[in-house]
């Protein structure tokens, strides 16, 4: 085990992947000289060269769409957005293109590319640079969205994106770029599509990804205070999302909270809760409760901020009510 | 417009001749393809949406012949030609025309998406503007990849206003890629001439990004043919071109359009550019028969006739093989309705 930050997990995947295949190629904005607004490819243009690691202009959507092209023809391009709010500008290219070239051209070639972007709020970065728009991608047939929650994942989801024929939206918390973390030795690779359980315990499962995993986590060991014994499932990836740990883990507490830092209608947990209403009906002795941000913008000022984000004490809350 | 420096038109002899036969028998079967989906689209045997390129066959005929089997192109809502002359399986584009089975997409795109990987077609497109960027990722893989290829992309000049039209050939002139530009310009742009849409010039936009721009009579087979062999010349060693193709379109934005919008003197007149009138003119001029020119026709119209029968006779896609195509290896979770309804 050695401790790692959680952007040097994302830098290493990728040193890693391009040593790997020659065909992984690195594009976007700042990725190459600056080694990427927030140093994800820092190092790597060095290492691998100009013509692996590509700056482009502030063109969103004709990197995003050259992305597609590329890996229609031979290469399995990583690009980055440098905040997920801009990813508004890359629609066509993802949700139009390769989202769907697979499928309508017939099975007669996969896209391999991944789409690198962070999302999510605490750093007073305000409405247009702290959104979590995941929910958007996961609707769309033919994406995956991956959203890891420490380093160890974030290495080995992303070297599993980058391996992934299809294309993967890999989703970083710029909050957990400072994180360090445990990672194993022989750093392995997580399959897209499974869960992790960070936590067991018998009363309520709560299931979150990316930064509020943390939050579960935290809120985890306040409820253990007050003999609480919360389960805390990562579900690490989004789309294609680990159903049946969720289930088992729900059919081992029979009480589930949902947590994420995305606005909460219409969210990845309405999906989540309505698949357990479903196939996990027999299984629950209390409502399945939702934490999540509030339908607002993500504010600028810090108590605002503050107020909107998830916090341990309304994870709680939401635990002891389906519990109560 | 400029002169091209050699010309299948301009030479004379034998060679000559047979160029502009081979890119006759190209215009033909992109007619006669377009006119049989005309017909199979007013039976209500063709579903959704069509969008003929009659009256443009040339540019595509001309552009092609001078592409390698790795050259890539993208295309547009517009692009049966642009397929057909790259070669792709007749069969299967009509299959995929008709939704069957058999069909290129196995009948999940149809028309406006239209693509076979194995000739370099990389898409038709139902978004204007989108194979820009297409062509320009395709690009930039030839360049990585050290193949030697191009790439094409296909647009229409109704695609200028597309803000993607800027960041892509910002781009392809910063990197200096393969990449070629093909301007269909017929003029308009959906339901509004272009003049309407437009307050600049594509030559003015090309010098913007210094990009060498030529503008040409788009219609003129041999001409279109001539400047597409010495400016492909140039993308594959040099970078970036914009070919400007001036032509007509004959039919309306998609099939159906009744086109009321346009001066019927207007729509009249294009027969007098029609690109296979004008080729076999030149044929003729050249001493071709006019028996060699309908043997073209009659070999190709049985040639799209066996397609139809066998498209025809073809099974409709299964709903299961489609759902499996998705993602690679079909390993997601589909809403199977086990735990509901």
Same mark, same amino acid.
Request: hydrophobic share 50%; charged share 20%; glycine share 10%.
């Given at each position: 085990?050695?401790?790692m930050?959680?952007?040097r997990?994302?830098?290493?995947?990728?040193?890693?992947?391009?040593?790997?295949?020659?065909?992984?190629?690195?594009?976007g904005?700042?990725v190459?000289?600056a080694?990427?607004?927030f140093g994800?490819?820092?190092?790597l243009?060095?290492?691998?060269?100009a013509e692996r690691?590509?700056d482009?202009?502030i063109?969103?959507a004709?990197?995003?769409g050259a992305?597609?092209?590329a890996?229609l023809?031979?290469?399995?391009p990583?690009?980055?957005?440098?905040?997920?709010?801009?990813?508004t500008?890359v629609?066509?290219a993802l949700?139009?293109q390769?989202a769907?070239?697979?499928f309508?051209f017939g099975?007669?070639?996969?896209?391999?590319m991944v789409?690198?972007?962070p999302h999510g709020?605490?750093?007073?970065a305000?409405?247009q640079?702290?959104?979590?728009?995941?929910?958007?991608f996961?609707?769309?047939?033919?994406l995956?969205?991956?959203?890891?929650?420490?380093?160890a994942?974030?290495?080995?989801?992303l070297r599993?994106?980058?391996a992934?024929?299809?294309p993967?939206v890999?989703?970083?918390?710029?909050?957990?770029?400072?994180?360090?973390g445990?990672?194993?030795?022989?750093?392995?690779? +997580?399959?897209?599509?499974? &869960?992790? =359980?960070?936590?067991e315990?018998? $009363?309520v499962? !709560?299931?979150?990804?990316? @930064?509020?995993v943390?939050?579960?986590?935290?809120?985890a060991t306040?409820?253990?205070?007050?003999?609480?014994e919360?389960?805390?499932?990562d579900?690490r990836?989004?789309?294609?999302?680990?159903?049946?740990t969720?289930?088992?883990?729900?059919s081992?507490?029979?009480?589930?909270?949902?947590v994420?830092?995305?606005?909460?209608?219409?969210?990845?947990?309405?999906? +989540?809760?309505?698949r357990? &209403?479903d =196939?996990?009906f027999d299984?629950? $002795?209390?409502? !399945?409760?939702?934490?999540? @941000?509030?339908?607002m913008?993500v504010p600028?000022?810090?108590?605002?901020e503050?107020?909107y984000l998830?916090?341990?004490e309304r994870?709680?809350?939401?635990?002891?009510?389906?519990?109560? | 417009?400029?002169?091209?420096?050699?010309s299948a038109?301009?030479?004379?002899?034998?060679?000559?001749?047979a160029e502009?036969?081979?890119?006759y028998?190209?215009?033909?079967?992109i007619r006669r393809?377009e006119e049989r989906?005309s017909?199979?689209?007013?039976?209500?045997e063709?579903?959704g949406f069509?969008?003929?390129?009659i009256?443009q066959?040339?540019?595509?005929?001309?552009?092609?012949?001078?592409?390698?089997?790795?050259d890539?192109?993208?295309?547009?809502h517009r692009?049966?030609?642009?397929a057909?002359?790259k070669?792709?399986?007749l069969d299967g584009?009509?299959?995929?025309?008709?939704a069957?089975d058999?069909?290129?997409c196995?009948?999940?795109?149809?028309?406006m998406?239209?693509?076979?990987m194995?000739?370099g077609?990389?898409?038709?497109?139902?978004?204007?503007g989108?194979g820009?960027?297409?062509?320009?990722?395709s690009a930039?893989?030839h360049r990585t990849?050290?193949?030697d290829a191009?790439?094409?992309?296909?647009?229409?000049d109704?695609?200028?206003?597309?803000?993607?039209?800027?960041?892509?050939?910002?781009?392809?002139a910063?990197w200096k890629?393969?990449?070629?530009?093909?301007?269909?310009?017929?003029?308009?742009?959906?339901?509004?001439p272009t003049s309407?849409?437009?307050?600049f010039s594509?030559?003015?936009l090309a010098?913007?990004?210094?990009?060498p721009h030529?503008?040409?009579?788009?219609?003129?087979?041999?001409?279109?043919?001539a400047?597409?062999?010495h400016i492909v010349?140039?993308?594959r060693?040099?970078?970036p071109r914009i070919?400007e193709?001036?032509?007509?379109?004959v039919?309306?934005?998609?099939e159906?359009d009744?086109?009321?919008?346009r001066?019927?003197?207007?729509?009249a007149?294009?027969?007098e550019?029609?690109p296979?009138?004008?080729?076999a003119?030149?044929l003729?001029?050249m001493?071709?028969?006019?028996a060699a020119?309908?043997?073209?026709t009659t070999?190709?119209?049985?040639?799209?006739?066996?397609a139809?029968?066998?498209?025809?006779?073809?099974p409709?896609?299964?709903?299961?093989?489609?759902?499996a195509?998705?993602?690679?290896?079909?390993?997601?979770?589909?809403?199977?309705?086990?735990?509901?309804?």
């Amino acid at each position: 085990m050695a401790e790692m930050r959680y952007l040097r997990a994302i830098n290493q995947a990728l040193s890693d992947a391009m040593a790997a295949d020659p065909s992984v190629i690195l594009i976007g904005e700042d990725v190459a000289e600056a080694g990427g607004a927030f140093g994800a490819s820092r190092g790597l243009r060095e290492r691998f060269g100009a013509e692996r690691v590509i700056d482009t202009p502030i063109s969103e959507a004709a990197l995003a769409g050259a992305a597609v092209g590329a890996a229609l023809s031979g290469l399995r391009p990583v690009a980055e957005i440098m905040f997920m709010d801009f990813t508004t500008l890359v629609m066509d290219a993802l949700v139009n293109q390769a989202a769907k070239a697979r499928f309508m051209f017939g099975g007669q070639r996969s896209v391999p590319m991944v789409l690198r972007t962070p999302h999510g709020g605490g750093l007073g970065a305000g409405p247009q640079h702290s959104q979590c728009l995941e929910a958007w991608f996961a609707h769309v047939p033919g994406l995956k969205v991956v959203c890891p929650s420490d380093p160890a994942s974030a290495y080995g989801l992303l070297r599993a994106a980058i391996a992934d024929p299809d294309p993967v939206v890999f989703i970083e918390h710029k909050a957990l770029y400072a994180m360090k973390g445990e990672v194993p030795d022989d750093l392995p690779v +997580i399959p897209l599509g499974q &869960a992790g =359980i960070l936590r067991e315990g018998r $009363d309520v499962s !709560i299931v979150a990804y990316g @930064a509020a995993v943390h939050t579960a986590l935290t809120a985890a060991t306040q409820l253990a205070e007050e003999g609480i014994e919360a389960e805390v499932v990562d579900l690490r990836s989004i789309q294609p999302w680990d159903e049946a740990t969720v289930l088992a883990s729900l059919s081992r507490t029979h009480h589930l909270v949902v947590v994420h830092e995305a606005v909460e209608a219409f969210g990845v947990g309405a999906e +989540i809760v309505a698949r357990m &209403a479903d =196939i996990g009906f027999d299984e629950l $002795d209390g409502p !399945i409760l939702r934490v999540a @941000a509030p339908f607002m913008p993500v504010p600028f000022s810090k108590g605002l901020e503050t107020a909107y984000l998830p916090s341990p004490e309304r994870v709680a809350a939401a635990v002891r009510r389906t519990l109560a | 417009m400029s002169e091209p420096t050699t010309s299948a038109a301009a030479g004379t002899g034998h060679n000559a001749a047979a160029e502009l036969l081979a890119l006759y028998r190209s215009l033909v079967l992109i007619r006669r393809c377009e006119e049989r989906l005309s017909t199979m689209f007013a039976d209500g045997e063709v579903p959704g949406f069509i969008h003929l390129s009659i009256g443009q066959e040339a540019v595509s005929a001309g552009v092609m012949a001078a592409l390698t089997p790795e050259d890539t192109i993208a295309s547009t809502h517009r692009g049966h030609g642009h397929a057909i002359a790259k070669g792709l399986s007749l069969d299967g584009f009509f299959a995929e025309l008709l939704a069957r089975d058999t069909g290129l997409c196995r009948g999940r795109g149809g028309s406006m998406h239209v693509a076979d990987m194995s000739v370099g077609m990389l898409g038709a497109n139902g978004i204007v503007g989108a194979g820009l960027s297409i062509a320009l990722g395709s690009a930039l893989a030839h360049r990585t990849l050290k193949n030697d290829a191009i790439a094409v992309a296909f647009f229409g000049d109704g695609a200028l206003a597309e803000g993607l039209m800027h960041e892509c050939l910002n781009m392809a002139a910063l990197w200096k890629l393969p990449l070629l530009f093909v301007c269909e310009n017929n003029g308009w742009g959906e339901f509004l001439p272009t003049s309407r849409q437009l307050s600049f010039s594509l030559e003015g936009l090309a010098a913007a990004y210094g990009i060498p721009h030529v503008a040409i009579d788009g219609n003129d087979v041999a001409v279109v043919a001539a400047h597409a062999a010495h400016i492909v010349a140039e993308v594959r060693s040099e970078g970036p071109r914009i070919l400007e193709c001036l032509t007509t379109r004959v039919r309306g934005h998609f099939e159906g359009d009744a086109q009321k919008y346009r001066d019927p003197d207007e729509l009249a007149a294009l027969s007098e550019r029609d690109p296979l009138g004008i080729a076999a003119g030149q044929l003729t001029a050249m001493g071709v028969g006019e028996a060699a020119l309908s043997d073209i026709t009659t070999e190709i119209a049985a040639r799209i006739e066996a397609a139809v029968a066998a498209a025809r006779a073809a099974p409709a896609p299964l709903f299961e093989a489609a759902m499996a195509d998705v993602y690679t290896g079909a390993q997601i979770r589909q809403p199977a309705r086990q735990g509901g309804v």
